[in-house]
């Protein structure tokens, strides 16, 4: 899958997206916390906080260690372009720009753009397979 901005060669602009990078961690002894994840809306470093102890089938208790994953935000191109979420503004600026993108892409009929890359929005699995199902279903039909 390609970006819809890199498709076309970003003629009209580079739509911003957020990534995040995954930092593992695996202590030694039995944490205290007793829930799977906490998100962090402040302005702490990461975002978001993963112990994988409370998770079924973790080793701790044969271990003794127990593993986290912190989730920490920054832009994709520090990240290898792994785009995860598209930049949104109070103004709506990158997406009138994406809407832009959306009218280029009308004129081709034989290209779909689906996920979070080609319709700028984020979306969570079950959404990008509908999609995913729907544009396949569409093709198909158009081929009889």
Not at 3 to 18: K, M, Q, S, T, W
Not at 52 to 70: A, C, I, N, S
């Amino acid at each position: 899958a390609m970006p819809i901005d890199a498709y076309f060669g970003f003629v009209l602009g580079e739509l911003p997206y957020r990534s995040l990078r995954f930092h593992h961690e695996t202590v030694a002894g039995l944490p205290a916390q007793a829930w799977s994840v906490t998100n962090f809306t402040g302005v702490e470093k990461f975002t978001r906080e993963t112990a994988w102890h409370v998770l079924p089938h973790h080793v701790v208790q044969d271990t003794g260690r127990h593993t986290r994953t912190r989730e920490e935000p920054c832009d994709y191109r520090d990240n290898a372009m792994e785009r995860y979420y598209p930049v949104k503004t109070a103004d709506g600026r990158y997406t009138a720009l994406y809407e832009k993108y959306k009218a280029l892409a009308a004129a081709e009929p034989k290209v779909r753009f689906i996920g979070r890359c080609g319709t700028y929005q984020y979306l969570d699995m079950d959404q990008v397979i509908n999609q995913s199902l729907i544009s396949a279903r569409a093709w198909l039909a158009e081929r009889g």
